[in-house]
């Protein structure tokens, strides 16, 4: 699809890589919904992007988002899930001076289920039944899954979330493939983003040294995955993964 009739949203869009892809495709010719909780990064972006707070743990703002979404852009044909958010910590955990076990908290779990996982299922569902039901015969997903989806120590709900909507993007392209939807996602590896810059330092040293470019991703790297999702009509039911090398098949 060529970019410029995107009339696309963007989750996640007040900072990081959201606003960065935001920006491009604002800059490419598409017209842009962008959501996010937070409203100071959404109004900071560029003029000509709408923009709406967004919570997409909450079903019933997911709903009215995409309404107001086509509304506002007088159609949709696509959707970048980006919005995420991390909780990291062990399952269990023992104190080696006290003994003591903590268990990891279920509103922690919770939280990011909720956000990267079930808040990404709606915003499809509710893009794609927009699409189905204006008759548009023609969309594009692109879903943001992560490199942990292969497992990382002291991230299970994320995961489970990141591996769950690499499954699914699967799963989605084979039931949207009826109504012209492609259904594609890229995951990235260590990315220099707010949240991965509140990263302890000494973990972020370790993995920076362990990815074979030798340095932490940028939103840049990024948007060139998604951009090829969003502009190739032949890429569909996969995952791109863009680490550096960090893991390679």
């Known amino acids: 699809m060529n970019l410029k009739d995107l009339k696309i ?25 962008a959501g996010d909780v937070n409203e100071a990064g959404l ?6 992007v709408h923009r709406r707070r967004l919570d997409v743990s ?19 044909n696509g959707l970048v899930n980006n919005a995420g958010i991390i909780r990291d910590g062990l399952l269990v955990k023992r ?11 279920t509103e922690s779990w919770n939280a990011v289920l909720g956000v990267n996982l079930t808040g990404a299922t709606w915003m499809v569902r509710e893009t794609v ?5 204006t008759e548009s015969r023609s969309g594009v997903i692109v879903n943001l899954s992560s490199i942990s989806r292969f497992g990382n ?16 993007t699967v799963t989605w392209a084979r039931e949207f493939a009826q109504y012209g939807v492609r259904v594609g996602a890229v995951a990235p590896g260590m990315i220099e983003t707010p949240m991965t810059q509140g990263m302890n330092q000494k973990a972020r040293d370790a993995l920076v040294a362990a990815v074979p470019c030798g340095r932490v991703g940028l939103p840049e790297d990024i948007w060139l995955a998604v951009k090829f999702v969003l502009e190739c009509d032949y890429f569909n039911g996969a995952t791109v993964d863009v680490n550096g090398g960090l893991v390679m098949s």
């Open 9 to 33: 949203i963007v989750t996640g869009a007040a900072q990081g890589m959201g606003a960065h892809f935001a920006g491009k495709l604002l800059e490419a010719g598409a017209q842009v919904a």
């Open 153 to 168: 120590r002291g991230q299970s709900n994320y995961v489970a979330a990141k591996a769950a909507l690499a499954a699914n």
């Open 129 to 133: 039944a927009q699409m189905v039901e």
């Open 43 to 48: 109004a900071a972006l560029p003029a000509g």
């Open 95 to 105: 104190d080696r001076t006290t003994g003591a076990v903590t268990r990891f908290p």
């Open 58 to 76: 909450n079903e019933a703002d997911v709903v009215a988002f995409v309404t107001w979404a086509r509304e506002a852009m007088g159609g949709l």
